[in-house]
């Protein structure tokens, strides 16, 4: 058990499993490293606080399946040219968007 806690701990997920963002994605856990690309629908803009939420497709990389969540971005500056509604490609690196681009 402990053995887990520690490889738990340096993984950055809490004893609940719970992600950063109020997700519990349980063992769909995102890596430390490397960028992951997704594919989805703009659900809620925030600018003002460099989020988005996404009703995501499966992200077949992070054994994820297709849901809504919210993520923050690398650069507030990348959301002036969407709304909502727009079906977008992301690249995600942790549960940070680095990029977004027009699907």
Do not use: C, Y
């Not at 995102?30 to 606080?49: F, R, Y």
Request: proline share 5%; net charge positive; aromatic share 4%.
């Amino acid at each position: 058990m402990k053995t887990m806690l520690i490889a738990l701990a340096a993984l950055g997920v809490s004893a609940s499993g719970a992600s950063a963002h109020g997700q519990d994605h349980g063992d769909h856990a995102v890596p430390a490293a490397g960028v992951v690309e997704g594919t989805g629908v703009l659900k809620k803009i925030d600018a003002k606080s460099g989020s988005v939420t996404i009703a995501h497709d499966p992200i077949k990389a992070l054994n994820w399946p297709a849901m809504t969540m919210p993520f923050k971005v690398a650069d507030k500056a990348m959301l002036a040219k969407f709304k909502a509604g727009s079906k977008v490609r992301f690249d995600l690196k942790g549960q940070t968007i680095t990029a977004i681009r027009p699907q």
